[in-house]
């Protein structure tokens, strides 16, 4: 093996494991005491570089546990899952799976669900911008091919399906938010996250709504979209829902 | 490799998301702007428009954290079409990366991990510098970097690495001078001897920044301003080197837009003094 990759992997393992640093001594200059303290600051920045981008994707779970205690939720996260990417916003897309097994946090079961809303607000973000689309071209679609259409949704528009209030507790975290803050926890909710612009929206969205949605992202075309909501929520009303999605630019386009 | 806008003069600042609206505003007389190229790998949305909004009013330097020029079993491509993009949609005045790794076997440590000086360090980098200026189409700059460990293979100093790295492959350096005093501190050299093992006309920008003291060690944090020692290790490159584009970086527990407009005013009288009296 290249002395070079011997070295990195050596070093890697240094700060990935502290028990396993002694490999690294041979490669670094002054005594060990010396050298395991300045890796000790190589080890802190690299939980600071998961706590910071995590920080940023998931600052509502952030508020919710405390700065303290999610930097150590980035610290368990990061060892099990670390970073595969030299961009820092790509990090942190399982951070739902990891908080569903943490056992330190299974007194709050609605946390992976928050994180899902989150890392959707996240993507949304920086998703492409809107392309400019004449909703008239729609009308314009012969009656008998209307169940074939596919409607392109705007760019990062997601739906996070929840048996808890997840849109209840990320308003309630928002920056300015003046309201009450009880919960209802038995209230079970779909968030519909979209770009307004440049301001990434939160909303609630009814379940029959959430289920076409859903059904429509995953790629069907209208009208089986349309029946699968239909089957779970018989008052499922798709003119309404275009009546408000349309105008509101979440729909950007369709193909037939 | 052609430069795609005429070269830079003067001092400018890192634009940090907070500032966005006040630079916007006031549109203070900067020479550029600087952001990290990894904050801006997004198709769209608000971050996306800032920067074309910044560009329409300075030219920008795109500084890279995360393409791991140094790591031993490969360079991300897919990170560099990511850089090529941005490049290709922005057209900057200068692109930069640092002489460093952070990711190996997979793993992205997302730091600036240093690099023994050694032969068979040159001789890859100057195969990823090459192939990152043939991908981009243009000269990068590569950033001295700032270090709490040494390694005992190392056969050269940094400045004579890097010296030869510009030789080999035609890139740029970026004189990160606070990352020099750092160094210089933590590991007990005489940074003016450094300077001396540069040719100046490699030397295509020069980032001041602040640092933090732990223990025994100097952290480089861009927290706080520029230290005096940093200043005259300033004044000595600007004397021996010419006045180079300049930056104020400064990261973490960012402070008043006038604070950073000023510490790049303090950089721009310490050039011009220095040149006229070179």
Known sequence: MPELLRLQSDFATALRHRDRAPAVQRWLAGDDAHADRRLGIYRANMVAA??????AAYPVIRQVVGGEFFHGLAREYQRGTPSTSGDLNEFGATFDAFLAAFEHVQTMPWLPDLARLEWAAHRAYGAADAPEWDAATLGA????????????????LAVIESPYPIVRVW?????????EFSVDWDVPEAALVARDGFVVRVTACGPADAAFLAASLAGQPLGDAAEAALRQHPDFDLGALLARAIPARLVCGFTL | MTAATPPLQGTGIGLR????????????ELAFLEVHSENFFLEGGASMHALERARAAYPISLHGVGLSLGSADRLADEHLAKLKRLVDRVEPALVSEHLSWGAIGGVHFNDLLPLPHTGETLALLADRVDHVQATLGRRILV????AYV?????????TAFLAQLARRTGCGLLLDINNLYVNAVNFGFDPVERLAELDGATVGQIHLAGHTVVDDCLVDTHGSV?????WDLYAHACARFGAKPTLIEWDTDLPALD????????AGTIARREVAHA
Request: charged share 25%; with cysteine; net charge negative.
């Open chain 1, 141 to 156: 679609v012969d009656p008998e091919r209307q169940s074939a259409i596919r409607f392109q949704w705007s760019p990062g």
């Open chain 1, 50 to 55: 998961a706590d910071k981008a995590l920080s």
């Open chain 1, 171 to 179: 308003t309630i975290h928002q920056p300015g938010y003046a309201g």
């Open chain 2, 143 to 146: 950033e001295n970097l700032s």
């Open chain 2, 17 to 28: 998301q907070p500032h966005y609206r006040e630079v916007f505003e006031r549109r203070p």
């Open chain 2, 259 to 266: 604070v950073l407009l000023s510490q790049a005013a303090q």
């Open chain 2, 226 to 230: 520029v230290c005096d020692p940093v």
């Open chain 2, 150 to 158: 040494e390694f005992r293979n190392s056969e050269m100093t940094e």
